[in-house]
T-cell receptor
Framework: SQQGEEDPQALSIQEGENATMNCSYK?????LQWYRQNSGRGLVHLIL?????REKHSGRLRVTLDTSKKSSSLLITASRAADTASYFC?????????????FGQGTILTVHP | DADVTQTPRNRITKTGKRIMLECSQT?????MYWYRQDPGLGLQLIYY???????NKGEISDGYSVSRQAQAKFSLSLESAIPNQTALYFC????????????FGPGTRLTVL
């Protein structure tokens, strides 16, 4: 399967702590994206990192990409209760998957006040 | 107004019924997608369309059909609904180019009894 794998499946932390989620994939990619989903809602794009980039920041988000290990991580610093959501990595795998995003299974993040 | 809208937002139907889910977008994007999400899982691609005349099957197209009525409208049909099609359905769009971020609608929660 070309599906991405994420870990942990669930993460529970206190407000103010950092949250780290990891994504691994099996194919060559053009870019890797992270999305957020509040319970039962549509996904919202958070950040995109290209295959020639190693790290990218957006506000309290930091994404790293290691193409040699085929892995990425999303770090949310100084978490807030409002960060409670599911987070998905997604990538374009190329080849017969041209133009189609493949999603990981997601990490459920719970931030306790 | 939301850029990507889906109707209905919730639907309960019975086995064997024909159901149509509709998606409209005001982003001016050529590419549109239909995904299915089951509890605790990532998104699986049902159908995708790169322009009005280009429609392609995704990973799980069996039991589904689509119609691209215009650049802005992409409908998903379940010809004869069955209980294991109970899921959250999302429409998404993206701009021209194979590796862009996607913009999601709010989803349709479908229950097949």
């Amino acid at each position: 399967s070309q599906q991405g794998e994420e870990d942990p499946q669930a993460l529970s932390i206190q407000e103010g702590e950092n949250a780290t989620m990891n994504c691994s994939y099996k194919t060559s990619i053009n870019n890797l994206q992270w999305y957020r989903q509040n319970s039962g809602r549509g996904l919202v794009h958070l950040i995109l990192i290209r295959s020639n980039e190693r790290e990218k920041h957006s506000g309290r988000l930091r994404v790293t990409l290691d193409t040699s290990k085929k892995s990425s991580s999303l770090l949310i610093t100084a978490s807030r209760a409002a960060d409670t959501a599911s987070y998905f990595c997604a990538f374009y795998a190329g080849g017969t998957s041209y133009g189609k995003l493949t999603f990981g299974q997601g990490t459920i993040l719970t931030v306790h006040p | 107004d939301a850029d990507v809208t889906q109707t209905p937002r919730n639907r309960i139907t019975k086995t064997g019924k024909r159901i149509m889910l509709e998606c409209s977008q005001t982003k001016g994007h050529d590419r549109m997608y239909w995904y299915r999400q089951d509890p605790g899982l990532g998104l699986q691609l049902i159908y995708y369309s790169f322009d009005v005349k280009d429609i392609n099957k995704g990973e799980i197209s069996d039991g589904y059909s689509v119609s691209r009525q215009a650049q802005a409208k992409f409908s998903l049909s379940l010809e004869s609904a069955i209980p294991n099609q109970t899921a959250l359905y999302f429409c998404a769009t993206s701009g021209t180019g194979p590796y862009n971020e996607q913009f999601f609608g709010p989803g349709t929660r479908l229950t097949v009894l």
